[in-house]
């Protein structure tokens, strides 16, 4: 590729660089910008189409309290031989600007439960549904990135997710959960980046409102670097080159998954049950260029369960209880335990120039 | 009364025939708007665009880091040939080809980023005479990005 030859005569040795120090702009109005990014910070990526699977691990459900005040048992620990699916993420630049960027996503993820041994009827209804219906997730999302001058900036990330045991078709929109997080940052160095704010989330399974720190860093040599979203996500990056890099760390992942759809004898959608799932994923992740803007990104670690526990509620409003903070609020409707497993990650990406 | 109006518009053809005559891009290649320094979005780094034959191309003028951390001139270390990491990048032409295609754009072109070594196809658009959008993407345009440049004042020959 002879994108570097210098073909315009003019020897580099006969060019005065000094003349290019002090310029300004030649419309005086112009302001600069904080730029998006930081140097050395992994590409963002637009198309991803990735494939999770979990190993082994046991499912322990706990009483669940019916509508009726009626009780069904928990029963025994079934084992999950594997829990898998697939993983479809797309961000597009709508507006990118010097002083605007705005980004508008979509995504999906399918999460099958493969039981040891298939529930049957007489088994908790916790089991019946994940192994019939599985977990989805379909959302769209929505970035927004404004400078204020050289160094501040704000970042909005918005987004609606539908969870359920739904198969085909949607859920009604009433089911719609609404993540959003609100920053305030500053952009001091070509490598550095922070911010602070304030997260509506669903990560570890139910409604919270918490503080989030935004932290990116880039070594002086570029080998090393942090991309912090706190507490959503840590990672520690080595950058082999720009085309190979490695990150530890961990991510919080989670959502409200409604229990839409029906078991036979069993009207489980009547009972207005969301299982609130939380669960941190502490990994090794390795992202490399297969050509050109093409990455694939292979990640390896350990799932711990945080929480898998059932909800109530009753004609939507969700229930916000601040890490049990706020007395008074309704308890579970079952609390289930499950052991932890090892887990891969494997997605093929195509990232930002 | 006719002799006064027909005085007037011979008067009004002439200035505007003499003030058409001062508009610079009256005589030159609408393309060649394009010449000029430029600096990116982030600051970093000033372009020199410049014609050559009917094509146009940019090279890195000023950089905010020339030197690296050993305070060695800094050179295009990403590049994925190996061969050519000892490339100084202040003189680095990371523009190339850029063919004019009227209506304030230019396209058929490259844009090299010397941050991950990687070649993109661009299209610019001149939004207007001291701004360009500068879109760098795969393929189709719909997926990539654009930055926007800002025309640098020419600099003054030093005595």
């Given at each position: 590729m002879p994108v570097f030859a210098q073909t315009d005569g003019t020897a580099d040795d006969d060019i005065d660089w000094s003349l290019y120090e002090d310029l300004g702009f030649e419309d005086e109005s112009?302001?600069?910008?904080?730029?998006?990014?930081?140097?050395?910070?992994?590409p963002a990526k637009l198309i991803s189409l990735g494939y999770d699977f979990q190993g082994p691990y046991g499912i322990t459900p706990g009483d669940l309290n019916r509508a009726d005040g009626s009780t069904v048992v928990g029963g025994d620990e079934m084992q999950v031989n594997s829990t898998s699916g697939i993983r479809a993420e797309f961000n597009l630049p709508v507006v990118s600007q010097t002083n605007l960027v705005w980004q508008m996503g979509a995504n999906y993820w399918n999460t099958s439960y493969n039981y040891a041994e298939t529930p049957s009827a007489s088994d908790n209804p916790l089991h019946q549904t994940l192994s019939e219906h599985g977990l989805r997730t379909s959302g769209i999302n929505t970035t927004?990135?404004?400078?204020?001058d050289e160094e501040q900036f704000i970042l909005f990330q918005g987004s609606a997710d539908m969870s359920g045991t739904y198969g085909s078709s949607l859920m009604p929109t009433q089911y719609l959960k609404y993540s959003a997080a609100a920053l305030w940052g500053k952009r001091p160095t070509e490598k550095k980046q922070w911010g602070v704010g304030l997260a509506r989330t669903y990560r570890v399974g139910e409604l919270n409102y918490i503080p989030v720190i935004l932290y990116n860093k880039t070594s002086a040599n570029n080998k090393w670097g942090t991309e912090a979203l706190f507490p959503a996500r840590v990672h520690v990056r080595r950058t082999i080159n720009p085309r190979n890099m490695v990150f530890l760390g961990y991510e919080l992942q989670g959502q409200s998954f409604r229990m839409y759809e029906n078991l036979p004898g069993f009207d489980l959608r009547d009972e207005d049950l969301e299982i609130r799932r939380g669960e941190i994923r502490v990994r090794a992740v390795y992202e490399f260029s297969l050509k050109n803007f093409i990455w694939m990104s292979v990640q390896a670690g350990y799932r711990?369960?945080?929480r898998y526990d059932v909800d109530r509620l009753v004609s939507g409003p969700d229930i916000y209880r601040a890490f049990g903070l706020i007395d008074g609020t309704p308890d579970y409707a079952q609390l289930n335990g499950l052991t932890n497993p090892f887990?891969?990650?494997?997605?093929?990406?195509?990232?930002?120039p | 009364m006719i002799r006064k109006l027909t005085f007037l518009a011979v008067s009004a053809v002439i200035a505007f025939g003499a003030l058409?005559?001062?508009?610079p891009q009256s005589t030159e290649d609408p393309g060649d708007r394009l010449i000029g320094i430029w600096e990116p979005s982030n600051g970093r780094s000033r372009i020199k665009i410049d014609r050559i034959g009917n094509k146009y191309y940019g090279r890195v003028v000023?950089?905010?880091e020339p030197n690296d951390a050993d305070g060695n001139p800094r050179t295009d270390i990403n590049n994925p040939n190996p061969d050519l990491r000892n490339v100084p990048l202040r003189g680095f032409r990371m523009c190339k080809d850029f063919v004019y295609q009227g209506e304030d754009q230019w396209s058929e072109g490259t844009l090299y980023d010397p941050n991950n070594g990687s070649t993109y196809q661009g299209t610019i658009t001149m939004r207007d005479i001291n701004t360009l959008d500068m879109r760098g993407y795969i393929g189709v345009e719909a997926i990539g990005r654009t930055d926007v440049w800002k025309r640098l004042k020419m600099p003054s020959k030093k005595k």
């Open positions: 112009i302001k600069r910008y904080a730029n998006a990014k930081i140097e050395g910070l992994s927004v990135y404004k400078p204020l711990i369960n945080y887990y891969v990650n494997v997605s093929v990406n195509l990232v930002s | 058409s005559f001062d508009l000023w950089l905010i």
